[in-house]
DNA sequence: AGCGCGCCTGTTAACGTTAACTTATTATTC
DNA sequence: GAATAATAAGTTAACGTTAACAGGCGCGCT
């Protein structure tokens, strides 16, 4: 009836009206303990018109647990992390937690102002899914030690509490390398890394070791894109990396004749920068990315890949939490990777068209 | 030293170890009133030892506000949200300010939750990016009422007192449309919708329009994909709804010449469908889609598309957003609408591979 | 009659922080 | 040398909620 534009409706404010005491409405708004019916309707109808909102601070205050759990993203935009996000939220969901994401665009700075506001708003526990870095790592432990549960994934840290979820990257950069190797490639770049970076990469280790053990050498000149500030750069694309690495490639005078992209962003624009050269794929050169996206079946030619299990990844990230959340919050570390694997498409092998329909199945895998 | 594992570290703690009371360490903890150096120094390194986290609840609680801001969206893989967040992060952060998103994965039910708990954890504004529903509405205006500011961003629905940034999305659909007849196309088909829903997309009813105005006839049979279910099944991917949709038009006996795509991922899908149907783009088919993705200047051919300035939008929202936080709450909406920009590319002009790169700059604009 | 127990409600005291106020101790000024 | 201002702390009382405890009432059981 009337509106309330200044002050919040508090428990007191009901119970006045009501002629109850602020318990009693505490009681009626959370369903706990015993209320006569007759009050309870009584209680309830005046939070309605008085169009109450529970105070979330005073309550998580009091009870020492927020039911939120915030997780930390490098990027909002990659498919792969939104992927992961579904699963973190499927579990939270079933438990009745709710998930506040906060983006680090890729930054340590932000890494550490995520951490830092998710732990001040006393969420009660975080799920960081980028990368790491110094600054991250050290506050990230101060969290951990100081007593809030964390979960990693894919994030190379690791704590004697803090759980850890992972694909086995190394496997699948070498399975996909083996791939190329297998149909008859030697020459294979790698794009969207640079070298010292890569290092940290475990799918370009992945290329690296299959590449030795196979005895083919590692050429730098085949490994293009990526250069230090694109990972600080929110403006400058994977996509352009792909596209601005193949170029690099294709102006070599002996060039690749299959390339491994850091993932399949990066290969849509590697695939574009060839197809604008007239080459054609796989026949003049082969092409893999690497996670699967959507969009890796729709191409043309359909991308091969490597597909992580992301969902589940999140899911188990989630679970992991939780468990910690709601048990012990000191139990060792869990950990779980997961297998990738390897879809092979039109882009490496132009007789697998068969196999392409198989691979647009979906998956609703409930682990 | 010592680790604490039990209870998080109060001021109270802190003041015990280095004698004063809590109100000193307050004042210390946050560079505020007289504090004498010494007491100041002795303070902050217990502290730090103790590796003290405020408690944001409380602070909360006390100060009344919480320096955060929540955002709903519906696709956290959306690359327009995430360019979206990062217009409204830009702002935020010059200004001090944390952002918590939530996701709605596209449904109603997802975004009263989400408004539910960013409310209920008393974020300074709430910034909504989801498409409006009949019960996020309506705990929209709950919200508004009882004072939370709110700043929508393409989002049917008005409210005296929650400001609105759009873009003009009729215009572009209308531009996009007129762009192809007046290259000479006549039957035109529209991918990634159903009538019924149609209705309620500003860039399909610039569609109508334009037909309208140039005399030319709206054919049910055009219209297609978007089975209602797809808005709320997040497995299928807008990509797939554009393949499918467009394999439904290539099979009609009379299909059209040019098609407009609700947003690039669709236009993406269906690209794929017209070439894997061994067709000519633009010759055959000619192709526009939405949004400027990254990914569109970088498709073979290059994908015409309606640009609308995203970044912008996003820091109009946040900038409304804080004037209300900060200022009066209950000053008249603000509305800003902003122009779209048709970008013509390859996929409607074969001619136009000189304009291409020019489409390519960047946009860093600081409104 | 008396006991115990389930129901319903109220009282008290935090949770951790800080705004507002008070007290005490030094400079600074005329 | 007294008045004024600046500095450095402490005290009190919330912010809105709820855990824990304490009644009081009525019912069934022995």
Chains 1, 2 share one sequence.
Do not use: W
């Not at 009050?39 to 998580?60: D, I, K, P, Q, S």
Request: net charge positive; glycine share 8%.
């Amino acid at each position: 009836m009337k509106n309330q534009p200044k002050k919040p409706v508090t428990l007191a404010d009901i119970a006045a009206r009501a002629d109850v005491t602020p318990m009693t409405v505490s009681r009626v708004i959370n369903s706990s303990g015993y209320v006569h019916p007759e009050t309870r309707e009584r209680v309830m109808n005046v939070a309605r018109e008085m169009n109450y909102r529970r105070n979330g601070l005073a309550r998580g205050l009091k009870r020492q647990c927020t039911e939120t759990v915030g997780m930390v993203i490098g990027d909002i935009a990659n498919p792969f992390a939104a992927e992961l996000t579904r699963g973190v939220r499927e579990v939270l969901e079933e438990r009745g937690y709710n998930l506040f994401i906060c983006i680090s665009e890729h930054t340590a700075k932000e890494d550490v102002r995520a951490f830092d506001s998710l732990a001040d708003h006393r969420v009660d526990g975080i799920i960081a899914a980028t990368r790491a870095s110094k600054s991250g790592n050290e506050r990230l432990e101060e969290l951990i030690d100081s007593g809030i549960p964390v979960s990693l994934i894919g994030r190379e840290f690791r704590h004697a509490h803090a759980d850890l979820v992972s694909a086995d990257n190394l496997k699948g950069g070498y399975e996909a390398t083996t791939h190329l190797i297998e149909i008859g490639h030697k020459r294979i770049g790698f794009i969207g890394i640079s070298l010292t970076e890569g290092l940290r990469l475990r799918r370009f280790q992945g290329y690296l070791e299959a590449l030795k053990d196979h005895g083919l050498p590692v050429e730098d000149g085949l490994i293009a894109g990526g250069r230090e500030a694109a990972e600080q750069m929110p403006g400058y694309s994977t996509e352009e990396m792909g596209y601005d690495g193949m170029m690099k490639l294709l102006e070599l005078k002996n060039r690749p004749t299959a390339v491994f992209a850091r993932n399949d962003f990066t290969a849509m624009g590697a695939l574009n920068a060839i197809k604008r050269a007239g080459l054609r794929i796989p026949e003049d050169i082969a092409l893999i990315g690497y996670d699967d996206i959507p969009l890796a079946a729709h191409t043309s030619p359909a991308l091969t890949t490597v597909r992580q299990p992301t969902r589940e990844q999140g899911r188990a990230a989630a679970e992991f939490l939780l468990r910690r959340v709601e048990g012990d919050r000191e139990q060792p570390r869990a950990e779980k990777s997961f297998a990738c694997e390897l879809v092979i498409r039109e882009s490496t092998l132009p007789a697998a068209k068969a196999l392409s329909s198989k691979n647009r199945k979906r998956q609703i895998k409930t682990a």
